[in-house]
């Protein structure tokens, strides 16, 4: 069965330090998203991304972050100068089409990032 | 926007026994939702979703959901708990449809299953 993957499943990083997290989508999903969960908090909406640019993103998703489709595999998450409060469980999903009201979001197992 | 509110933080039942997590919707549009579920370790995987086409929604595992208008509920239900329904469950609500906006989930409920 189709699956998205996300690596790595755990980063360790020195606060101010870049990272990059990488997700590869179910092949024929159009539409890709970021999810992050911080520890014992709701999961939170990041960024949505179709058509090789972002469709729709919430106030957390501010100028630190990016995405990006580099290679028309992998979805990337970039997080410049980390701080220690973007430590969480970050989330990758893809749908086959516009999620609205019908469209099943397929999430992948999460990476971990701890920032310290 | 939408919101849920997942009414129990923790639910524990013994195995064998009927499974009840309850959630509650705000919304002044036709909502969509959803219920997923996030086993250890393992990404967030969806059981059922509800989209106006009925309201007594079928899911994987044995899982079932009601939508019910008059009482704003979503609830999730299973006849008969098994060890491996242990796991956190997220009420999910979604967009308004159009657009790639995001899904808005609650806060979780940690099902417990009593052997």
């Known amino acids: 069965e189709p699956e998205v993957t996300q690596t790595p499943s755990h980063q360790v990083t020195q606060m101010g330090q870049e990272v990059i997290l990488r997700c590869v989508p179910i092949?024929?999903?159009?539409?890709f998203y970021w999810y992050r969960q911080i520890l014992g908090q709701k999961v939170e909406f990041l960024v949505s991304?179709?058509?090789?640019?972002?469709?729709?993103k919430s106030e957390i998703f501010d100028d630190q972050f990016s995405v990006e489709r580099p290679d028309g595999s992998n979805f990337t998450l970039k997080i410049r100068s980390t701080k220690l409060e973007d430590s969480a469980m970050y989330f990758c999903a893809s749908s086959e089409w516009d999620r609205g009201n019908t469209g099943e979001l397929f999430f992948g197992e999460g990476s971990r990032l701890t920032v310290l | 926007a939408q919101s849920v509110t997942q009414l129990d933080s923790h639910v524990s039942v013994s195995e064998g026994t009927p499974v009840l997590l309850r959630c509650n919707y705000s919304s002044s549009y036709s909502p969509s939702l959803f219920w997923y579920v996030q086993h250890p370790n393992k990404g967030l995987q969806l059981l059922l979703k509800?989209?106006?086409?009925?309201?007594l929604v079928k899911g994987i595992n044995g899982f079932e959901a009601e939508f019910k208008k008059s009482e704003t509920s979503f609830h999730l239900t299973k006849p008969s708990a098994h060890m491996s329904d242990a796991a956190e469950y997220f009420c999910v609500g979604g967009g308004s449809g159009g657009g790639a906006d995001g899904l808005t989930f609650g806060k979780g409920t940690h099902l417990i299953i009593q052997p």
């Open positions: 092949s024929n999903h159009l539409y």
């Open positions: 509800y989209t106006s086409a009925a309201t």
């Open positions: 991304f179709y058509n090789n640019e972002i469709s729709e």
